[in-house]
């Protein structure tokens, strides 16, 4: 007696199957779109300006400005309307001002070629503002009380209007930004200064943090407190750890040259964040000092999962100290320092704040996310420090395609 065949599943998915797909979906929709405004919009109008030719001034949008003034007493008595482009180079079409007197208040003499009046409303049409355009325009006026009409003149504000083209919403785009980042050896000699800063930077704090890891991987008095001050570095105020590094350094009264100067090391004192290369050496130490702890923790939590039957096996097979470190360690923590020399990569290749408390950038340590810093507001130029912050962005997808494509499918990441 043959067994009944079993019944094939439908194709498709089932109405039950569709209803979870589309509760999920619901239910991620917040994130999505809590993730879209917080990432993906700055993102994208980061990109939008890059292409862009936008000063700091240009945030501001174009408009005509206004300032009314009654002056004079009797006979001289008149109201000044000084009017200018709140731009320098963007033009302004089709403005109008409307203002209108108060009771009491007549107009007494010619006005100016682009108002007229009708009853005491005053309306003046200027066809085009060009940038920079800076006019007053002068109405007579006749009162029996000149103070009262001035403090009724001045409380009421002229209506003004105008059409101007938004530099910052038009579609206008151009590649000067970009052709002003590569032109020259400016921009790889700063791209050379951030790559050698990140990449010992993060190489450094990752040996660092695997030595601090090795002797904090044994129980022993006082572990804890020791465990405690390598963090130190970490979690303390980066303004105040900078400012103690650079009276440190001072070389004039520095400790560190004093030292170095009484014990015949050098003849005399060595500006060490003023002078090229002991600048970029020391920025560079300052990032291995400041962010081993984060490598030490990571890396002491992944050794203190491995078992320790591997290494008891290993000393009984006459294997030492350091091959023990080197066959059994560091294969089972590469995984953990991959991820780091990642992570580290990315954070140091972004980092500003140190190297712009330490030196400002110079004496050789102007790096890519300073550079940013000084295009956008010290030449208030923020197309271009926008075109240089999706150079970064272009750079850290690169290394993180290779770190992908290649590091990491040897470790299993």
């Given at each position: 007696m043959t067994a009944a065949p079993e019944p094939t599943p439908p194709k498709g998915r089932t109405r039950l199957a569709r209803r979870e797909?589309?509760?999920?979906?619901?239910?991620?929709?917040?994130?999505?779109?809590?993730?879209s405004l917080v990432v993906v919009l700055p993102l994208l109008a980061i990109f939008w300006i890059s292409f862009k030719p936008i000063g700091l001034a240009d945030l501001r949008p174009t408009a005509?400005?206004?300032?009314?003034?009654?002056?004079?007493?009797?006979?001289?008595?008149r109201v000044e309307y000084r009017l200018r482009n709140s731009s320098q180079e963007a033009e302004i079409t089709d403005v109008v001002l409307i203002d209108t007197l108060p009771e009491g208040v007549e107009i007494a003499g010619d006005l100016p070629p682009e108002c007229s009046a009708e009853g005491r409303e005053i309306t003046c049409r200027i066809e085009t503002m060009e940038g920079g355009y800076n006019e007053r325009l002068i109405v007579p006026l006749s009162a029996p009380d000149a103070d009262?009409?001035?403090?009724?003149?001045?409380?009421?504000?002229?209506?003004?209007?105008?059409?101007?083209?938004?530099?910052?919403?038009?579609?206008?785009?151009t590649l000067e930004n970009f052709a002003d980042i590569f032109d020259g050896n400016e921009f790889w000699g700063v791209l050379g200064v951030t790559l050698f800063y990140t990449f010992f930077g993060t190489i450094g704090a990752i040996i660092l943090g695997l030595f601090a890891a090795l002797l904090l991987d044994r129980q022993f008095k006082g572990q804890g407190i020791l465990r405690g001050l390598f963090l130190f570095p970490y979690v303390a105020p980066i303004i105040a750890v900078a400012f103690t590094w650079i009276i440190l350094f001072d070389p004039f009264s520095g400790s560190v040259n004093a030292l170095l100067v009484q014990m015949g090391v050098t003849e005399s004192s060595i500006n060490f964040f003023g002078q090229r290369p002991f600048a970029l050496i020391m920025v560079t130490v300052f990032a291995?000092?400041?962010?081993?702890?984060?490598?030490?923790?990571?890396?002491?939590?992944?050794?203190?999962?491995?078992?320790?039957?591997?290494?008891e096996a290993a000393e009984m097979d006459g294997a030492s100290p350091f091959q023990q470190f080197w066959f059994l360690s560091i294969p089972q923590l590469m995984g953990?320092?991959?991820?780091?020399?990642?992570?580290?990569?990315?954070?140091?290749?972004?980092?500003?704040?140190?190297?712009?408390?330490?030196?400002?950038?110079n004496a050789g340590t102007r790096t890519l996310t300073v550079n940013v810093y000084e295009q956008a507001f010290a030449v208030s130029n923020i197309g271009a420090g926008a075109a240089v912050a999706v150079v970064i962005f272009g750079c850290l997808i690169l290394f993180s395609f290779l770190f992908f494509r290649f590091l990491s499918r040897e470790e299993g990441l």
């Open positions: 797909a589309n509760l999920a979906f619901g239910l991620l929709a917040p994130t999505l779109i809590s993730v005509p400005v206004v300032r009314e003034q009654v002056r004079g007493d009797g006979a001289d008595l009262a009409a001035e403090e009724a003149a001045e409380a009421s504000a002229p209506a003004l209007s105008g059409s101007a083209d938004n530099i910052l919403f038009n579609t206008t785009f291995m000092w400041g962010y081993f702890p984060l490598c030490f923790l990571f890396i002491l939590a992944r050794m203190q999962s491995i078992p320790e039957d591997m290494y953990i320092l991959s991820v780091l020399f990642l992570l580290r990569f990315i954070w140091t290749f972004n980092k500003f704040d140190d190297i712009f408390l330490l030196t400002g950038g």
